[in-house]
C-alpha cells in the first residue's frame, strides 16, 4: 500500500488558535507521480507541506510518509524525504561544493558516498563550471537548481518542492521541470506547489486548494471537463472591467472573470455567443469579438473556486 501511496492524508487539519489554516484534506500521492498543490497564497499549502515533512503537527486527522505517522514518527519522515522550502535556504556566503557537503553531512553522508552525491547533485544542476561560486553571486535559475541537488543528496523516495520557481526567468522554470520530471520517471514522487499554469499543466495530478479546503483533484484534462456542458469563451471589447456588469446581466452567461483586459465567460449554450456580442455592442462597447476558447488550468481554477464558495 504504501509503495503505491507513499503520501496518504486523512481529515488532515491545522488551526492556529482560532484560525484554521488546514481544514480535513485527504488525497493520496500515488508512487513515481509528480503531484501538483495549488491555491491562492493563504490557501494551505505550505502548511500542509509541514505537516507532511513532519516539521508541524497536525491538529487532527492523519497522515502518513512512506508508512510513517507524521505526528508520532517525525525523526523517520524527516530522514525519507526531501524538502526545498519556499525561503531560499542555502548559506549564501559559501560556496556551490560547500553548500552541498554542508548539507550531505546533515543528511548524514560521509566519505566516498558523500562525493559521489555531490558529483551528481552538480552534474544533474549543470553547475559543473560554478562549483566554486558563492552561492550569492548564483544566478536565479542556478541557485533553485542548488537548492534542488542539496534536498536529494540523499536520495529521498519523496520529495516536496515548495514553490520551487519562483522568481526565475522561463527558461530556468524549464530547465528545472526538466529535472522534475527525469525524477519523476526513475521513481521519485515530486510533490510540488506552484503560481505558474503552465508548470500546472506538466502534473500527473492537480489539486486545488482555497482557503484551507481541498476543493478538487484529478488530472489537468478531467479537471476541464467542468466546463463540458457549457461554452467558455473569450470577450475583447473595451474597458472590459465595465462591461462585466452588462455581461452578467445577460440570461444564460452563468460566470464572468477578468483575465487581464480580456473577459472570459461560460455560456450555457454556444448559441449564446451571437447575443453576448450584441447585446455588449448596443450597451456601448464596440467593437466587441466573442469566441470559443479551450478551458485553461486558470479558467478551471477560477470556476471550482467560485463553486466552491458557493457551496
Known amino acids: 500500500?504504501?509503495?503505491?501511496?507513499?503520501?496518504?492524508?486523512?481529515?488532515?487539519?491545522?488551526?492556529?488558535?482560532?484560525?484554521?489554516?488546514?481544514?480535513?484534506?485527504?488525497?493520496?500521492?500515488?508512487?513515481?507521480?509528480?503531484?501538483?498543490?495549488?491555491?491562492?497564497?493563504?490557501?494551505?499549502?505550505?502548511?500542509?507541506?509541514?505537516?507532511?515533512?513532519?516539521?508541524?503537527?497536525?491538529?487532527?486527522?492523519?497522515?502518513?510518509?512512506?508508512?510513517?505517522?507524521?505526528?508520532?514518527?517525525?525523526?523517520?519522515?524527516?530522514?525519507?524525504?526531501?524538502?526545498?522550502?519556499?525561503?531560499?535556504?542555502?548559506?549564501?556566503?559559501?560556496t556551490v561544493r560547500e553548500n552541498l557537503a554542508f548539507w550531505g553531512g546533515?543528511?548524514?553522508?560521509?566519505?566516498?558516498?558523500?562525493?559521489?552525491?555531490?558529483?551528481?547533485?552538480?552534474?544533474?544542476?549543470?553547475?559543473?563550471?560554478?562549483?566554486?561560486?558563492?552561492?550569492?553571486?548564483?544566478?536565479g535559475g542556478f541557485a533553485q537548481r542548488l537548492a534542488l541537488g542539496c534536498a536529494l543528496l540523499h536520495e529521498p523516495p519523496v520529495v516536496?518542492?515548495?514553490?520551487?520557481?519562483?522568481?526565475?526567468?522561463?527558461?530556468?522554470?524549464?530547465?528545472?521541470?526538466?529535472?522534475?520530471?527525469?525524477?519523476?520517471?526513475?521513481?521519485?514522487t515530486v510533490f510540488v506547489t506552484t503560481h505558474y499554469m503552465d508548470e500546472a499543466e506538466r502534473c500527473h495530478r492537480v489539486a486545488l486548494m482555497h482557503e484551507g479546503r481541498l476543493l478538487a483533484l484529478d488530472s489537468v484534462p478531467r479537471l476541464r471537463d467542468v466546463f463540458s456542458r457549457d461554452a467558455l469563451v473569450e470577450v475583447r471589447c473595451p474597458k472590459a472591467a465595465q462591461a462585466m456588469a452588462v455581461l452578467e446581466g445577460i440570461p444564460g452567461v452563468t460566470e464572468v472573470a477578468l483575465f487581464g483586459a480580456r473577459l472570459h465567460a461560460v455560456l450555457g449554450s454556444p448559441h449564446l455567443q451571437a447575443r453576448v456580442q450584441a447585446t455588449l455592442e448596443g450597451a456601448g462597447f464596440a467593437p466587441t469579438m466573442v469566441e470559443g476558447i479551450v478551458p485553461s488550468l486558470e479558467d478551471v481554477f477560477i470556476h471550482i473556486i467560485g463553486s466552491g464558495a458557493a457551496a
Open 1 to 94: 500500500m504504501h509503495q503505491s501511496s507513499p503520501v496518504i492524508c486523512r481529515e488532515l487539519s491545522r488551526s492556529f488558535g482560532s484560525f484554521v489554516a488546514v481544514d480535513r484534506v485527504s488525497f493520496e500521492v500515488k508512487g513515481g507521480e509528480i503531484f501538483g498543490f495549488l491555491g491562492s497564497n493563504g490557501a494551505g499549502k505550505t502548511t500542509t507541506i509541514r505537516m507532511l515533512c513532519g516539521l508541524l503537527r497536525p491538529s487532527g486527522g492523519h497522515a502518513e510518509v512512506m508508512g510513517f505517522d507524521v505526528a508520532t514518527q517525525a525523526r523517520e519522515v524527516k530522514r525519507r524525504v526531501g524538502y526545498m522550502s519556499q525561503r531560499f535556504s542555502l548559506y549564501r556566503d559559501l
Open 106 to 139: 546533515a543528511y548524514g553522508l560521509r566519505g566516498v558516498r558523500l562525493q559521489s552525491r555531490i558529483d551528481w547533485a552538480v552534474n544533474i544542476g549543470g553547475l559543473s563550471g560554478a562549483t566554486r561560486a558563492l552561492v550569492r553571486d548564483l544566478p
Open 160 to 188: 516536496f518542492l515548495d514553490e520551487p520557481t519562483g522568481g526565475v526567468d522561463a527558461e530556468a522554470r524549464r530547465r528545472f521541470w526538466d529535472l522534475i520530471d527525469d525524477l519523476a520517471d526513475s521513481g521519485t
